[in-house]
């Protein structure tokens, strides 16, 4: 046992080399420091002590693709020198190999890595999502691969596989069977262990003879084996990997998706949408787990759930700048000419290549779209052009190519920057209607919320169209409701306002639904109409519910008639307002909360007090008591 100064020192040797550690992924990996910090953490008590472990220590990172979530665990695994006991298994079940039998268990992966049994080694299972046990409709799917995992995230320890032995002991049994009846032919043909069934043989009765040896056994040999197995103690029959560290990785759409889908999936900016991510926590990731798995197997996941926002704007500008150095330098490597690029090239690869939603992929696919094929047409004009070694080449853009200058010469060369071209919307007609539209939905929700959208745009790539963002809430009461309906079909109700009814457009066809959905969902589930009883349609004769819908569908319309007048009226009320609104959209091509106040005028709160005064109404309530008890 290690003298308490020597355990002193060592602690002290391993905290310093985790600190280290931390210091090269933060330099390496933009805009996750909080999260390489969460994980440092987490994994401190394992490295500095792992002969405390007594089962594996799990962490959890969730986020959306392309957010570093894998990168991020496999340079700490080479930092902490464990790229030699380290396993990675894709949990869609269609990676490493899933046509050979060891590939159908985490247990036959690790046995076949430099993970020993009993010792410290680092397992991840990514893409954890597509390994759902459950579907919508929380029937059990069907899973064949990986089903000891479970068990593993469990204590760590891993009983053996006794249908394996025994169906080794049935191809003996029919082997044995087979010879007796064989003529003198086939005498010499007898059972023999196929190489995988040695294997787990190996793995499972923990076995030092070589493989060849054991492939070479006879029957009675085997039976040899299986019976000492059975009359060993039950220690022997697990396996153990209690001291594992456990990465599990995934994309839980499900908790993102409000925030993802309501900005189109792409266009948002990146600090909005950086913020609003920011905001989710455990309690939204362990609802998104629940719709994917039994609550038994999210409970074996842990409370370690490591929550990857979106990237910011200066997370992506450091990405830039790291992808503009090397490319330039992998250039000059093969050329002999410098590079330098201004500004313009930078914040044309950010509006051409950045969706926050979509992660960093876009922005890497671009880089090499844009400076791969780039930096060679410029070097190859430039030395077409006389330019020698160590000379420097300019690159500047224009919004449509890169242009490289050397020499007081210049040269335009094609660059794929069509994605803000897109943004653009040069059609006045088409801006017009979308600037009218998306600043009625924006003015409304102000005036009923209190508060200015997250985000208003016109200016979008991915689809044929504009979007409003609103900031999320924890509750939504009747009158919450009422005002997001109203919300929703202040987009028509401004177009109807501005271009007269005939010239309403076919735009609103999903604001419709929305509106639609809310009303049904108000008067059938929540019990906020005339009707308390939740009206619905049955799939199932165990379901107790009302099903008559068609008593509601006339209040439904009624309700939506309602709002829609009333989004009007506001708008009609608001007239400066809306317009201000709309020249903002027309020339911006977006509004941002903070320039949204300036331009309409009206006093806004914050975003993040999204929820109505129930302690101030609590305390009325009381006082109201107060007030009528006798003296």
Known sequence: MNEPHHLRDQLAQRNQRLQAIAGLLKAELFGIDPIIDRVIDSVRAWYLMPELISRPVIICLWGLTGTGKTQLVRRLAQL???????????????????????????????????????????????????????????????????????ALLSDGRLPPALSLLSSIESSMAEAAFDAERADDSEAAMRFKLRAWEAQELKRNLKLDAPLTEIMAWSPDQVQEQLRAFRESGQHRWETDYSRLL????????????????????????????????????????????????????????????????????????????????????????????????????????????????????????????????????????????????????????????????????????????????????????????????????????????????????????????????????????????????????????????????????????NDLRKATETAARMLRHLGHGERLGRTDVCTSSDDNLCTDVQATDAPIEALLQEAHARATELLDTHRDALLALVDELMVHGQVTPARFGVVVGLPLGSAEDALDPYAERLAEFREMRRVREPA
Not at 102 to 131: C, H, K, N, W, Y
Not at 404 to 417: E, N, R, T
Not at 453 to 469: D, M, R
């Open 80 to 150: 902490l020198g464990f790229y030699d006991r380290f396993v990675e298994v894709q949990m869609d079940g269609f990676s490493n190999g899933a046509g050979w039998r060891g590939a159908q268990s985490i247990s036959g992966m690790l046995t076949q890595s430099g993970v020993r049994e009993g010792e410290p080694g680092i397992l991840v299972l990514d893409e954890f999502q597509r390994f759902r046990t459950i579907d919508n409709k929380r029937v059990d799917v069907r899973v064949e691969r990986y089903q000891d995992v479970w």
């Open 246 to 509: 456990v990465f599990v990785c995934g994309n839980l759409d499900e908790a993102y998706e409000d925030l993802a889908t309501s900005v189109g999936d792409c266009d948002s900016d990146a600090d909005i949408f950086h913020a609003l991510t920011g905001k989710l926590s455990v309690i939204d990731v362990k609802e998104a787990l629940n719709r994917r798995f039994k609550p038994e197997q999210v409970a074996r996941l842990g409370n370690e759930h490591v929550i990857y926002p979106s990237l910011s704007r200066r997370a992506y500008e450091q990405l830039i700048e790291q992808g503009c150095t090397r490319y330039g330098a992998e250039a000059q490597s093969r050329c002999g000419l410098r590079f330098e690029m201004a500004d313009s090239v930078r914040e044309q690869i950010y509006a051409n290549a950045v969706f926050p939603a979509q992660g960093t992929r876009p922005l890497f696919s671009s880089l090499h779209a844009i400076l791969g094929a780039g930096l060679a047409k410029a070097a190859l004009w430039a030395i077409e052009h006389g330019a020698a070694l160590g000379d420097t080449v300019t690159l500047t853009a224009d919004g449509r190519s890169l242009i490289a200058h050397w020499g007081g010469q210049s040269q335009a060369i094609a660059a794929p920057f069509e994605i803000n071209r897109l943004r653009q919307r040069n059609n006045p007609d088409f801006r017009a209607l979308l600037a009218v539209h998306e600043a009625g939905h924006g003015l409304v929700h102000a005036l009923l919320f209190g508060r200015a959208p997250q985000e208003i745009k016109i200016h979008v790539a991915s689809f044929e169209g504009g979007y409003n963002a609103y900031s999320a809430r924890k509750v939504w009461s009747r009158r919450n409701m009422l005002d997001s309906i109203c919300t929703s079909l202040a987009g028509r109700a401004a177009e109807r306002l501005v271009f007269g009814p005939e010239l309403s457009s076919s735009g609103a066809e």
